[in-house]
């Protein structure tokens, strides 16, 4: 009897504790939020993404890219997807983000779908957090609970971009205090730079580290002067991941023991020491499915950074410009 008694009070505890901590973070937002206002959403937005990252493999990464560059600034509200207007000027014309971002063909051709379907209903910055986790799991990366019921801005900050977006160029300490100026810990800045495992770079972000950085494979540093001269195309690009750039694996974390992080950034998470973040990033490269699941807990931190929700901000209809 005692045991049974004891058993009941554990259970009844952990679900408390489920209760009031695992959703108090998110209880603004939740997973069935379009359940049945518009549940052909997931599907929708699926399918064109499957489609598009089919029809050019670069773009699953570039889709994964706006979820982070829209929530680091001001919020996951969609503020990026909006053009300049007589009133603020876009985000998409900021330093970190101009001839840079891609993949806002394909939010368009989603948000034009939904619209049809279920009108005034999704939201712009909904569909970068939806898009973001299917486009992560078509190139092999593993799903994540996605937590909705975001609203969109109507208003955008290029010079809050320049800001807040944490810098290609940046040490490592800078990197943690950008993370932690967004609630976000040093465990989550390791597991979400783990995103550079697909995707592709300018030569004008990696070009001053493989020709002033001394913590750089000289093989690999020899191979990139190749593709980016020192007085080359900023354009040329080259691979985040060197070993396989189209697969969402841990390969990443082994180019950074082996010193071949193309970003300075990247590289300043491993330093061969025996530091926590070093130590984090040898355990990654050890366990591919820690990584997995690590990422998809961050991403889930990282969706939920200063929403609007209620009665703030609208839905879009068009998601580049406010109704």
């Not at 829209?70 to 603020?88: E, I, K, M, R």
């Not at 390969?251 to 950074?256: D, G, K, P």
Request: charged content about 15%; hydrophobic content about 40%; overall charge positive.
């Amino acid at each position: 009897m005692a045991s049974s008694t004891y058993f009941m009070f554990k259970l009844c505890f952990t679900i408390f504790l489920l209760i009031h901590y695992g959703h108090q973070v998110y209880a603004q937002l939740s997973p069935d939020f379009y359940s049945t206002s518009c549940p052909k959403a997931p599907f929708i937005i699926k399918s064109i993404v499957i489609s598009a990252v089919a029809t050019e493999l670069r773009m699953g990464a570039s889709l994964l890219r706006l979820h982070f560059h829209d929530c680091f600034v001001n919020g996951c509200d969609g503020s990026l997807l909006l053009d300049s207007t007589a009133n603020f000027t876009s985000e998409k014309l900021a330093k970190p983000n101009l001839n840079s971002l891609r993949g806002f063909e394909v939010v368009d051709k989603i948000k034009s779908e939904l619209e049809r379907v279920c009108p005034g209903v999704v939201s712009c910055a909904d569909i970068l957090a939806i898009v973001a986790r299917d486009a992560t799991v078509v190139l092999g990366g593993a799903p994540w609970i996605v937590y909705l019921g975001r609203r969109d801005s109507t208003t955008a900050s290029a010079s809050a971009a320049d800001v807040q977006l944490p810098s290609p160029f940046s040490n490592l300490s800078t990197l943690i205090s950008d993370f932690k100026n967004k609630g976000l810990t040093p465990k989550d800045l390791v597991a979400l730079s783990g995103s550079h495992t697909i995707g592709m770079t300018r030569c004008t972000v990696y070009r001053s580290r493989i020709y002033n950085d001394t913590n750089i494979n000289k093989g690999y540093a020899a191979s990139l002067k190749k593709i980016c001269p020192i007085s080359g195309d900023d354009s040329n690009l080259a691979p985040l991941d060197t070993t396989t750039p189209n697969i969402f694996d841990s390969a990443y974390y082994t180019n950074l023991l082996n010193f071949k992080g193309i970003l300075h950034s990247d590289q300043a998470l491993f330093n061969g020491g025996n530091g926590l973040i070093d130590y984090q990033v040898k355990a990654y490269t050890a366990n591919s499915l820690s990584f997995l699941k690590d990422f998809g807990d961050s991403m889930i931190r990282m969706g939920n950074i200063s929403p609007l929700t209620g009665s703030n901000g609208e839905i879009r209809s068009n998601c580049r410009k406010a109704n």
